[in-house]
């Protein structure tokens, strides 16, 4: 099993590579992995310089594999139960992008604090 998903991924990698805006997700919660083929996978895979950690609901980790392009995404519930186990193929996964709501909140936010601070040097 675990040899035909690194086939599917390189397959995957190869789109990317040709289209910048492609991505791709593996779901291996929901497909019968062994915990040897998992482990054989994430070794054959290995692992990149990138690493985003946080709790969206319970623990989520994002790991860059060593091949750019290609992450491996786990999210668990609050008692840490895998819930979601990706190995997903884009430039960046989507998880890591920052909300369109949000950044125009932060924008407004940043903006009405500029408004009542006085610049640095001035008095207050």
């Known amino acids: 099993m675990a040899e035909?998903?690194?086939?599917e991924i390189a397959r995957?990698?190869?789109a990317l590579a040709r289209d910048p805006g492609f991505i791709e997700a593996i779901d291996l919660h929901s497909l019968p992995v062994s915990?040897?083929?998992?482990?054989?996978?994430?070794?054959?895979l290995g692992r990149g310089e990138v690493e985003?950690?946080?709790?969206l609901g319970g623990p989520t980790r994002i790991e860059e594999t060593s091949y750019a392009g290609v992450w491996?995404?786990?999210?668990?519930?609050?008692?840490?139960?895998?819930?979601l186990e990706q190995i997903v193929v884009a430039r960046v996964p989507a998880l890591l992008l920052a909300d369109t709501v949000d950044v125009t909140a932060?924008?407004?936010?940043?903006?009405?604090?500029?408004?009542?601070?006085?610049?640095p040097g001035e008095p207050s």
């Open 4 to 7: 035909g998903m690194l086939r």
């Open 12 to 14: 995957l990698l190869d």
């Open 35 to 44: 915990d040897a083929d998992r482990a054989w996978l994430r070794q054959r």
């Open 52 to 55: 985003a950690t946080f709790n």
């Open 72 to 83: 491996w995404i786990r999210h668990a519930d609050a008692d840490e139960h895998t819930v």
């Open 106 to 119: 932060a924008a407004r936010r940043l903006g009405s604090e500029l408004e009542g601070a006085a610049a």
